[in-house]
């Protein structure tokens, strides 16, 4: 068993695709961020690409885009054996985690052995429940209508995003809510929920090989209690699905009870728990 560090995203995804769509759900964030490194056109740079393998076969995959922490994915009986391969090996080469995200019990594995063997401290970062999508439910519908974002939208996609990322684990600055909204808004992703005016929005994001993610969902408080974001979030999940997308799945902070009942009630079923760890290095504070 060993690790094997990719430069190819290409021919990382050939590698890993069948062993990750076996649970595409799952692992949608991971495959999301493949499909997206393996276009010409990738904003991310420098990514960690590596797997530890038996016999040629994935045992535990890791992707990494700087500066955002490791996504760590594996099954199997050896799974724990390759997480000591895996953390050995990347303190080896020299490779800082930020931190580690992943299904519960896997990604705790995972975190146990890097603060073991790099003696760094561990903190978590955000319980996570991920959910799927095949059907709409008919739930009670706000007035407006759902429009995509335009450039006349942009500054106050870049506020929204902002906010939206201050309780997030990992927290934007102004000027990456700006990249982000921009982006947004040129590939069309970016959904706003108007009621005289923008009142949520919703963003698609990462589509994988049957389904997509649904994220940057946020109403600002002004006007929550008012079923905006359940409408936006059902109005972007149903055209989703009209685009010929089997399923949608997004993340949820478990720390908030109130999201994840709006999610239950348009039709999204938990799948798994997911956890975000953040390591503290000596020069840190906790």
């Known amino acids: 068993m060993n690790l094997k560090v990719y430069e190819s995203p290409n021919e990382f995804l050939e590698k890993v695709e069948d062993f990750l769509l076996k649970e595409e759900v799952v692992n949608n964030l991971a495959l999301g961020l493949l499909y997206t490194l393996t276009k010409p056109n990738s904003h991310y740079k420098d990514a960690f690409l590596a797997c530890v393998e038996k016999n040629e076969t994935p045992v535990l995959v890791m992707v990494m885009t700087p500066p955002h922490n490791l996504i760590v994915y594996g099954v199997g009986e050896d799974v724990n054996e390759a997480i000591g ?62 429009r995509l974002a335009t450039k006349d939208d942009l500054e106050l996609i870049v506020d929204w995003t902002y906010q939206f990322s201050l309780v997030t684990p990992e927290h934007l600055s102004i000027e990456g809510a700006r990249k982000l909204a921009e982006r947004g808004i040129e590939e069309s992703s970016i959904f706003i929920w108007d009621d005289n005016g923008p009142v949520s929005m919703a963003k698609k994001a990462r589509p994988t090989k049957n389904g997509i993610v649904v994220n940057l969902v946020f109403t600002p408080q002004e006007f929550q209690r008012k079923g905006y974001a359940t409408t936006c979030v059902a109005y972007v999940s149903q055209q989703l699905l009209n685009e010929g997308y089997s399923f949608c799945s997004l993340y949820t902070d478990l720390a908030n009870p109130t999201s994840n009942s709006i999610y239950m009630k348009i039709g999204y079923e938990p799948i798994i728990d997911s956890v975000v760890y953040g390591f503290l290095y000596d020069h840190e504070e906790a």
Do not use: H
């Not at 080896?92 to 995200?101: A, M, R, S, Y």
């Open 85 to 146: 391969v895996a953390v050995t090996s990347i303190k080896d080469i020299g490779v800082i985690l930020p931190g580690v995200l992943g299904p519960k019990a896997l990604a705790a594995e995972f975190s146990g052995e890097w603060v073991q063997q790099i003696g760094c401290r561990l903190e978590v970062k955000m319980e996570q429940r991920i959910y799927k999508l095949e059907k709409v439910n008919n739930v009670p519908l706000s007035n407006g209508k759902l």
